[in-house]
């Protein structure tokens, strides 16, 4: 399930990388959490609905959590090469790692310290040339990394509180509430990336397919995680760069270069690391 999930779900990215040019990131973001509720609202509807329990909260701020990070991580497609862009989202394991040394309690030794810092040198690498051609778009994939890990923390208390399809259509609302406020607001205040348009009957199918994809990947993985545990996804997220250069290579042109292929080497490796410590 997890292979399966972390091959197909660059395509999300492919998808959004190529409505940048018509449709805001802000308004992808929407979409994708808007099919994710409609797709699972059957689901929840057959399963005798939802309960709301004392921890909603929680899941309310999983929902603007994960809805932030792919505003963040769309908005830098919009300029940076797909593989680049998910290259340098993946120090999200590194902090995943002092995130839950912090939050959760759990020991991290100066072994995996050291790797953390080496990943993070990785993705510096990668980073670097595109800061200097591309600005602070460059760094929006890092932020969403943060965000991220932020909202698999979060997961991880929930793992073992209802299914998986409530906790991916809680998601889905509350993700779908935080960007309905944020295109309001961008639409109002006249922000760019935040700002709708109405879509063509090809743009609607994209936006359809990348809602299913995210639907579908998301529910693998947290299947997944129910089964194995959060700590045993990190290996297979690197599966993401096999599909990611793929899909930029064929639809965009893109090819890493050598320094990004140096960085891309350092942030697997050291992840690997992590993992295997």
Same mark, same amino acid.
């Given at each position: 399930m997890l292979v399966v999930a972390m091959l197909v779900l660059p395509g999300i990215d492919a998808i959004a990388k190529g409505l940048s040019g018509s @449709?805001?990131?802000g308004q992808v973001s929407w979409t994708r959490f808007l099919f994710q509720f409609l797709i699972l609202l059957p689901f929840v509807v $057959?399963?005798?609905g939802l309960r709301v329990g004392r921890r909603?909260?929680?899941?309310?701020?999983?929902?603007?959590?994960? +809805?932030c990070a792919t505003l963040m991580f769309f908005a830098s497609l919009a300029k940076l090469p797909l593989a680049d862009a998910i290259s340098i989202f993946f120090v999200e394991p590194f902090i995943l790692t002092?995130? +839950?040394?912090?939050v959760l309690g759990e020991k991290v030794g100066w072994r995996r310290l050291t790797a953390v810092f080496v990943g993070f040198c990785g993705a510096m690498i990668i980073i670097r040339p595109s800061y200097q051609v591309f600005g602070l778009t460059a760094l929006l994939p890092m932020g969403a990394a943060l965000v991220f890990a932020t909202y698999i923390i979060l997961s991880r208390l929930l793992v073992t509180e209802g299914s998986a399809v409530a906790m991916q259509f809680y998601a889905g609302v509350f993700g779908c509430a935080t960007m309905s406020l944020a295109l309001w607001l961008g639409s109002e205040t006249g922000i760019a990336v935040l700002t709708p348009v109405w879509p063509t009957m090809t743009e609607w *199918?994209?936006?359809?397919? *990348?809602?299913?994809?995210?639907?579908?990947?998301?529910?693998? @993985?947290?299947?997944?995680? $129910? $089964?194995?545990?959060a700590g045993l996804m990190a290996p297979f997220q690197y599966l993401e760069i096999i599909s990611s250069v793929i899909l930029g290579l064929m639809f965009f042109g893109d090819f890493p270069d050598a320094m990004?292929?140096?960085?891309?080497?350092?942030i697997i490796s050291s992840g690997l690391y992590v993992f295997y410590r």
């Open positions: @449709i805001a990131a $057959r399963g005798g909603i909260w929680v899941h309310a701020l999983r929902g603007i959590l994960i +809805s002092l995130l +839950s040394a912090v *199918l994209m936006l359809g397919a *990348l809602g299913c994809i995210a639907t579908g990947g998301h529910m693998l @993985i947290m299947l997944a995680i $129910r $089964r194995v545990g990004t292929w140096t960085g891309i080497a350092i």
